[in-house]
């Protein structure tokens, strides 16, 4: 249902349930157990999430929706499956390392929430992304109408969610849905560049920098500034950033 791999700096999760990597409450479950081991190592910089399958995620279980409506437990299960999403992405939203979603299909509903829930998005030219539970009545509850909105704009969130409208990679990242948009055939190699990148960074100070940026979102605190000095600080007195220090200004020295 859901592999996971920690390699080289980065750990990927895999999202492998043929045939629309649907979403349910064994696979949250799943997902936090891999996110609790992952929590616990500190051989990685950034977590990189993708598919296995043609399309990344299609969303919710339809089948597990339908099974609890033919129970008479519909609208208690649906509801309390709502909250169990919201606290899954809002746990990815929260690592302190820099996690990238790599979108190479279809990212529907729950299935885009979870890209939202993420630092950075990738997406495939050809791929679709959007929010479309509207159409059935319902509303992104898994955080997509915070995230989307705190991305794009008000207006933007308006457009995509209350339209149903679903969107390909180009007009993603024209909307600020995603960082980076390939044609598919290259997708790949072009999410490893970009995660590499992030991964052979000093780990330290990426986290702390995350925090940083995390900071700056709050406009009544200057919370921000009294981090950047902290952990500022911290580095300065971290073995392994004076020596990247000391090497970069030798080089300076000689160039």
Known sequence: MIQSEVSNRVA????NRPPANAINRQWTDQFHTILDELEGRQDWNILHIRSALRLF????????????????????????AVRDYQKLF???????????????????GGGFELALSCDLRIVADEARVGLPEIRIGLLPGAGGTQRLTRLCGRATAIRIIT????????TAVELGL?????????????ADKIVRRHADQNGLAGRLAKGCINAALDTTSTRGFDLEYEGSKTLLENT??????????????TS
């Open 178 to 190: 995603a960082q980076w948009h390939f044609p598919s055939a290259s997708l790949r190699t072009e």
């Open 57 to 80: 995620s299609a969303g919710a279980d339809i089948k597990e929706m339908q099974s609890a409506f033919d129970a008479g437990q519909g609208v208690e299960s649906l509801v309390s």
């Open 90 to 108: 809002a746990r990815i939203e929260g690592l302190s390392r820099i996690t990238l979603a790599e979108i190479g299909g279809a990212a529907l």
């Open 12 to 15: 990927t999760i895999i999202l």
């Open 240 to 253: 392994e950033s004076q020596a990247l220090i000391k090497k970069f200004l030798a080089a300076k020295a």
């Open 163 to 170: 339209g149903a409208e679903m969107v390909d990679g180009c």
